[in-house]
């Protein structure tokens, strides 16, 4: 467990400077922190599953990427607090655009989407987020992480348009409410499967996995629409990237599955080190054939 300190200034101190310094600062100290060690040792962990997928090609160079999307997606939250909409048209690039009415936006585990929540504010969208519901002891009894989960909870329902936060558990049913109420839900991809829950077969790094199937199927059940997204640093650059795909059709469960696989394999293709499961990878991947 991380000394209180340390935890301090890795969820608290540090990203906050993004709320008092300009951008340009905010990149230099980021950088500079993330070529040391001393903050987010769980880069390590990350390093690990990412090696033993076969993607590293620098282990250097993955640390220190590793370590910058970490800040970066803490810092995600002070910027969207105390930064206008005045900040994201200018530090924001997008490709793509919203469809008319309401849909299911799904990203994943990867970059930071607080301004895509922003940024869908910004056109008139109303937009719930699916989170995981969580007490202190999901933190393992650390008030500094609870107290983080839950400001960062009440931001994203406000970064929303106070649309509010459906917990999982029970949530196909207010999902589909959200829908018919005009609201889009916006829903994370890549949580890794229980054995208890359904999951479908697709291919993600080249090799056999599973994926929850739970969203596609509410989505084909109720008919809701399913926009993918992304949003990451550019990290040579400093933009925020935000890129919108157009609406998926799909027949069936199983090809709106194939669908979802594929474009996060597209945000894994296009930059492994904005992902943040690298640790938790063989819960996706299934086991090597010997």
Known sequence: MKPSLQLFAELFLLPGMAA?????WCLRLFRRVARGRRLYPEVEWMLRGARAAGVVDNEEEWRS?????????YADLYLSMFRSD???RKHVD????????AFLAVTYHWGAGMWALRHLKAHGKRTAFLSIRFD???????????????LRTRETSRAGGDAGVIFTGGSSARIASAHRDGACVMALLDVPPRPDQA???VTLLGRPARLRRGLARLAMEENIPVVTFRMHLD???GRLKLLIDNPLHAETE?????QLAASFGCALDADPCAWHSWSEVELYLEPAVA
């Open 136 to 150: 202190r002891a999901t933190f393992q009894n650390s008030r500094l992480r609870y107290w983080y989960g839950l």
């Open 199 to 201: 999951s479908a077969p």
């Open 254 to 258: 199983e090809a709106l599955m194939e």
């Open 86 to 88: 005045r900040w994201l």
């Open 235 to 237: 990290r040579d650059s």
């Open 20 to 24: 008092l310094l300009p951008w340009r």
């Open 94 to 101: 997008v490709t793509g655009s919203w469809p008319e009415g």
């Open 65 to 73: 990427s590793l370590r910058l999307t970490r800040i970066f997606s």
